[in-house]
């Protein structure tokens, strides 16, 4: 009996002996594992810094169209503030058009400009001009580029990622002294703090302290899901230490500060002291004041709870609290505490600086320039050519008229969408992009992803590829007249013109002018559709349509962004200039990578192209487009073309000044019938746009051996300003013979601007 | 070693597009010296028309030669373009072209700075932008025989980069060739 007893007892220890050995062995490979988590993830994105994405820079020289309230937004906008220049960088002094500024170091993409004051003269439209300090002339000056995101070129998260250097010692020691005071002592774990906490939670009733280190709460952010369990809390606590065990305290502090979470920007979160810096004050974290700094220390324990646009009291005593830690903790003296807790909160009004479509098209030129090895690296700067004021306004001009045609519109059940682009032709450079009407959201980009059939945005192809034949002139008549064709599948094809009318024999700029589809079917078939198909090619469509007779009249389906891409070298004189949104990039050294660079190539005749474009001014002189005028400065000349697809399910339009080209299209997702013409829906918004880009008259140096003459706008003859009251200017090749109108001597237009002048009265009239 | 070599590369390319940047002198003002010099006008002329419109003549005669275009460098346009061809000259290419950007924002119409960059492209060893910015000057230029002239040079010089010497000397041959600043 007393022998089975010892036996079972024996048996019984080696049973727990081997349970407990196997528990130990777990434990160390569950440590040994999860060491390996720790040194693999935190090394990893330890390093992996976003590359800086910064807009074009303003350049200011004498007849810079820029006024002086213009110029004082700018600058705010890169959180210059009004002073005292000589205290230092980042301050501007303003006496009414005269500036002083105290220009930060900026790192440009061709120089590194060191601190300088200078002098800006502004005008009642532009600047008049330039000084350095000693009062010596400066031709040109630019300001520093605005940062408008942080994007990992291959994943795409939006971060402020800080290196060590950029943590101001107010931060560093205040988060320790207000979340860990006990950081520099322990080892990932802190067992007097656990006490502390749970002596605090016990005398209070309820968990009032966590008693986290700054390690675990960072352990928590990267590695672990919310749940409170014993079984993750020990997770953590041995990931802590393993994390301790291999990374200095300086590297955990800093990826701390990068990591945690400060509030939520509608589906945006906030992460890192460097976000949540430029998020709720506008301003780079170095430039915080203590009160600041205090709130954001402040935000750690409860983001949502004092979130400070929602909740201003709370956060505002949080912040309060904040500071007199950190005056007990001797950081700062007491009476700086409380001049801080007498501020402000000091938030930037909310929305603005956040452009994820653009950042969007930044990704994908980046995959398309440059390798992906050298996109891999840290610390890339990205030098884009988004201009934030063409942003901001075509932001402003698509929400307001989305609205308003909404509101106008009898659907109930969906509401209107759109997409903008606009681009500096000559360049090729991308200033604006907005995807759709929540313009501070990520989703679908319908500026790069919507592929719609294009309507009579087409049909400048077909004119362009009529004219490069020498057959064609803008006084030709051509046939409006009913046409029915017999297609490759044996159906037929009868188009009709948008208003069911047959105008007969027509100028073709004013078939052009007024979007006349039969008139333009039998030009294009005239030509020969190879012939448009290869024109679309080489003005800028990767993909060569489908030959068939409908593509005269737009049912070839393009993004916005090819739309542009298209327009582009119509509105360059016959140029092809490859869209970009990337300028350059450079490396944590401030070295160029390596891109692939295209810039411009001739695509089109350049004399061919001229005559289209002053047909194209017609449009919305005379045509379909002339609802602009009434939006854009008086005499301003814009060339452009409406677009509509069947059942009105797309409105383009596709325009240009000497300055800017803007591609609008409305329309809804779901493709039904929006019942808005081009005209109604997309050019309003379109010369919106124009308008507040302050663009300069579309005026093309005239090619040679091209000369103006004035035709009748309605019969096509040779006539001149006086004589008829639909007098037009057109460009025709020297010499063209050209029927007169019986009893207008025919002279040409003494001047350009004589003639432009003479034409705008005679379409006012 | 590899070191030297990249540097010496550059260096060479550097003096190379130097050289190749001083054979046209932009920087030099295009009035004739039998001329007085035009009076720099105060008023800023706005982005995008660098030079005033030329008047059409009243009834072009085939013989007679187009209105007279001059193309000039604005003061901001010309501190650019220093800039750029200092750059050049320390062999940082890529900072010129950049810079050569910015011009080309300030006054996207004058074939001056085209062709300026059209040369860079030539120190580059990229004579098939050349051709590019050669043609845009080109085109640009019509009615300054002088900046055609230019842009002619550069066009010729960019296609007999790519082994089209035929083309070439038929740039070569246009009667706007013949002109010299």
């Excluded at chain 1, 350049?59 to 213009?70: F, N």
């Excluded at chain 1, 974290?285 to 203590?290: C, I, K, S, T, Y």
């Excluded at chain 2, 940082?92 to 059209?118: C, F, K, Q, V, Y």
Aim: glycine letters at 8%.
């Amino acid at each position: 009996m007393a022998r089975s007893k010892t036996h079972r007892l024996r048996k019984l220890l080696v049973v727990v002996g081997v349970a407990l050995a196997a528990l130990v062995v777990l434990a160390a490979v569950w440590t040994v594992y999860l060491d390996r988590v720790v040194t693999r993830d935190f090394q990893g994105r330890l390093w992996s810094v976003p590359a800086r994405v910064y807009a074009e820079p303003l350049d200011l020289y004498a007849g810079a169209r820029v006024t002086a309230d213009e110029l004082e937004e700018e600058l705010r906008r890169l959180h210059y503030r009004s002073g005292d220049p000589a205290a230092g960088a980042g301050v501007y002094r303003r006496h009414g058009g005269d500036f002083d500024l105290h220009a930060r170091r900026v790192r440009f993409v061709d120089e590194l400009r060191e601190p300088e004051i200078v002098s800006i003269h502004a005008g009642g439209d532009s600047i008049i001009g330039l000084r350095h300090a000693d009062g010596t002339e400066l031709p040109v000056f630019r300001l520093d580029p605005l940062l408008v995101g942080n994007v990992f070129p291959v994943h795409g998260e939006d971060r402020i990622v800080l290196s060590p250097d950029d943590v101001p010692p107010l931060l560093r020691l205040g988060v320790k002294a207000v979340e860990d005071r006990r950081f520099d002592e322990h080892h990932g774990v802190d067992p007097y703090g656990i006490l502390r906490a749970l002596w605090a939670d016990l005398r209070a009733g309820r968990v009032i302290q966590g008693g986290s280190t700054l390690t675990q709460q960072l352990v928590k952010n990267y590695f672990l899901s919310d749940e409170q369990t014993i079984g993750r809390k020990a997770t953590e606590a041995v990931m802590a230490l393993r994390l301790e065990a291999h990374f200095s305290k300086n590297d955990i502090l800093v990826a701390y500060l990068n990591e945690v979470y400060l509030g939520q920007d509608g589906p945006r979160a906030i992460h890192g002291f460097g976000l949540g810096s430029e998020y709720f004050f506008a301003k780079p974290l170095a430039e915080l004041d203590v009160g600041e700094v205090a709130l954001l220390i402040g935000l750690v324990k409860g983001p949502s709870y004092y979130d400070p646009r929602k909740h201003a009291d709370r956060a505002r005593a949080r912040r309060n609290v904040v500071l007199q830690e950190l005056a007990d903790a001797r950081l700062i003296d007491a009476a700086a505490a409380k001049r801080a807790a007498a501020e402000p909160l000091g938030l930037r009004p909310p929305g603005g600086s956040y452009v994820p479509a653009y950042l969007d098209l930044v990704r994908r030129h980046l995959k398309r320039d440059y390798a992906e090895a050298d996109l891999a690296a840290a610390g890339l700067t990205v030098y884009t050519t988004l201009n934030p004021r063409a942003q901001a306004a075509a932001e402003q001009s698509l929400t307001r008229h989305l609205s308003r045609l909404d509101a106008a519109s009898r659907v109930r059940d969906a509401h209107l969408e759109g997409a903008i682009i606009v681009a500096d032709p000559n360049s090729g450079d991308v200033v604006a992009v907005v995807g759709g009407r929540a313009v501070g959201a990520e989703g679908f980009n319908r500026a790069l992803d919507a592929r719609r059939p294009i309507g009579s945005l087409v049909k400048p192809a077909v004119y362009l590829a009529a004219l490069e034949t020498g057959r064609y002139n803008a006084a030709t008549m051509l046939d409006d007249a009913p046409i029915t064709l017999k297609l490759s599948d044996g159906s037929t094809w009868s188009p009709q013109n948008y208003t069911h009318e047959i105008y007969g024999r027509v100028p073709m700029a004013r078939a052009l002018a007024e979007s006349m589809n039969l008139a333009t079917v039998r030009l294009g078939l005239d030509v020969g559709l190879p012939r448009v198909a290869d024109t679309l090619v080489s003005l800028g469509l990767e993909t060569r349509p489908t030959l068939n007779p409908s593509l005269l009249l737009g049912t070839v389906e393009m993004t916005p962004l090819e739309v542009v891409q298209v327009y582009t070298t119509l509105a360059n004189g016959g140029f092809r200039a490859r869209l970009r949104a990337v300028q350059a990039v450079l490396d944590e050294q401030g070295r160029p990578l390596k891109s692939f660079k295209v810039q411009v190539e001739a695509a089109a005749a350049p004399a061919a192209v001229y005559q289209l474009d002053r047909m194209l001014t017609l449009v919305t002189a005379r045509g379909t487009g002339r609802g602009a005028s009434a939006r854009l400065p008086p005499g301003t000349i814009v060339a452009g073309k409406t677009g509509t697809s069947s059942d009105t399910r797309d409105s383009w339009f596709a325009g240009f000044t000497g300055t800017y080209l803007a591609v609008v299209w409305v329309g809804y997702d779901d493709n039904r019938s929006t019942g808005l013409t081009g005209a109604a829906g997309a050019l309003p918004v379109w010369a919106d746009v124009i308008a507040s880009v302050k663009s300069a008259s579309y005026q093309p140096v005239p090619p040679e051996l091209i000369e103006d003459r004035w035709i009748g706008f309605g019969d096509g003859l040779e006539t001149t300003a006086g004589c008829s009251a639909d007098a037009v200017a057109v460009a025709v090749p020297t010499g063209t013979p050209l029927p007169g109108k019986p009893g207008c001597a025919s002279s040409p237009p003494n001047s350009l601007t004589d003639k432009i002048k003479s034409w705008f009265k005679s379409t006012i009239h | 070693m590899v070191q030297v070599d990249h540097s010496l590369k550059r260096l060479a390319a550097g003096f190379t597009a130097a050289a190749l940047l001083s054979a046209c002198s932009l920087l030099a003002p295009h009035t004739p010296s039998s001329q007085p010099p035009t009076p720099q006008t105060s008023s800023p002329q706005p982005p995008g028309s660098p030079a005033p419109l030329p008047s059409l003549p009243p009834a072009p005669a085939p013989q007679v030669p187009p209105p007279a275009r001059e193309n000039h460098l604005s003061a901001a346009t010309r501190s650019l373009v220093t800039q750029a061809r200092t750059q050049v000259a320390h062999g940082d290419l890529p900072a010129a072209s950049s810079t050569l950007d910015r011009a080309l924002r300030i006054e996207p119409n004058n074939p001056l700075l085209w062709i300026e960059l059209g040369r860079l492209r030539l120190a580059e060893s990229d004579a098939h932008q050349a051709e590019g910015c050669g043609r845009k000057a080109l085109a640009l230029a019509s009615g300054d025989r002088i900046a055609q002239a230019q842009a002619g040079r550069l066009l010729a010089d960019a296609l007999r980069g790519q082994g089209r010497n035929q083309e070439a000397r038929q740039v070569e041959s246009q009667p706007f060739m013949n002109s010299s600043p």
